[in-house]
């Protein structure tokens, strides 16, 4: 295997004079302890976007955070994983203390890179599709739904299905970790950190996710890249008609706009009567409106009126 060496030097200016007691014991112990070369015994993630020649991944091994060895470098562009062995080398000098820093390539075997690559595509997955029935059960209260009727029947979207989808996305394995990458890959070190992400998870595009109903309707929503934040909610009746919403309000509820129900009617499935009638009284007391709902055996309607 062919090596390559980066070293980098960056100097660390003593705190005190080098001709005190306390400098002169601190360089001992640093040189001593470490015998000229010390390394923490985890290993550290950096993701680098453009990261193509050689000295690109050398480069952000060498200036990777402490004193962490392995270095795992990534390229999201072409999902290239190398792995870097680090040695750290102090030495006294007149005027202060010289660490040079040595990457070194390392040999990184194919389970082990198939496993970051892994991570870094589901990463990049952009569109997820999913039956709202996926989601029962996940959390308390978030129970099976046949129709987006049922989960805006109080006029909002709840926090706790918003919190059922979270649980689902990283069921999934769409927001993929550091700590998944050193359980899947049997990492020793394991990587105790990373470069880039929301807290400890990494996502390169935003997610689209479509929740799809049992009649035809569907909840849609986009989870963002750069801070998780669920933005661009959007619903369709059972028919693909557009239902808009606001908000959130003070509770973190997503609300549905009463305008979106003036003089349309908006359709869902059979059985969705009751929840059909408690939306369209929220709808009428929360906008001054006239509202109503009437059921047929093939399905539920609602619609509203300007008092």
Excluded at 149 to 162: T, V
Excluded at 264 to 288: I, K, M, Q, T
Aim: with cysteine.
């Amino acid at each position: 295997m062919n090596t390559k060496t980066r070293i980098s030097r960056a100097r660390i200016r003593k705190r005190q004079k080098t001709g005190s007691f306390a400098a002169t014991a601190w360089l001992a112990l640093l040189l001593v302890a470490s015998g000229n070369s010390f390394a923490s015994s985890s290993a550290w993630w950096m993701l680098c976007n453009g990261c193509t020649a050689d000295s690109d991944f050398e480069r952000v091994a060498v200036n990777a955070p402490g004193t962490h060895t392995p270095i795992y470098v990534t390229s999201w562009d072409s999902n290239e994983t190398r792995k870097y062995d680090r040695r750290f080398v102090t030495e006294e000098l007149v005027r202060g203390i010289e660490r040079t820093v040595l990457a070194t390539d390392a040999e990184l075997s194919g389970a082990v890179m198939a496993v970051f690559e892994k991570a870094i595509n589901d990463a990049a997955i952009h569109h997820l599709r999913m039956p709202r029935n996926d989601l029962a059960g996940i959390l308390p209260g978030v129970e099976e739904q046949d129709s987006v009727i049922g989960d805006i029947s109080r006029g909002y979207i709840s926090s706790g299905l918003k919190n059922a989808i979270r649980e689902e996305i990283d069921r999934r394995i769409l927001l993929p970790t550091y700590a998944s990458v050193n359980a899947e890959a049997a990492l020793d070190p394991p990587i105790a950190g990373m470069n880039f992400g929301q807290r400890d998870a990494i996502r390169i595009r935003d997610l689209v996710i479509v929740i799809t109903y049992a009649d035809g309707s569907t909840l849609m929503l986009v989870r963002r890249r750069r801070d998780g934040k669920f933005v661009n909610w959007s619903i369709t009746d059972a028919e693909e008609n557009i239902i808009s919403l606001q908000g959130p309000d003070e509770a973190g509820n997503t609300l549905i706009r009463p305008e979106s129900f003036v003089n349309r009617e908006l359709v869902f499935g059979p059985g969705s009567g009751s929840a059909a009638r408690a939306l369209a009284e929220d709808l009428a007391a929360e906008a001054a409106l006239y509202c109503d709902a009437w059921s047929t055996s093939t399905r539920d309607t609602v619609k509203c009126q300007r008092r």
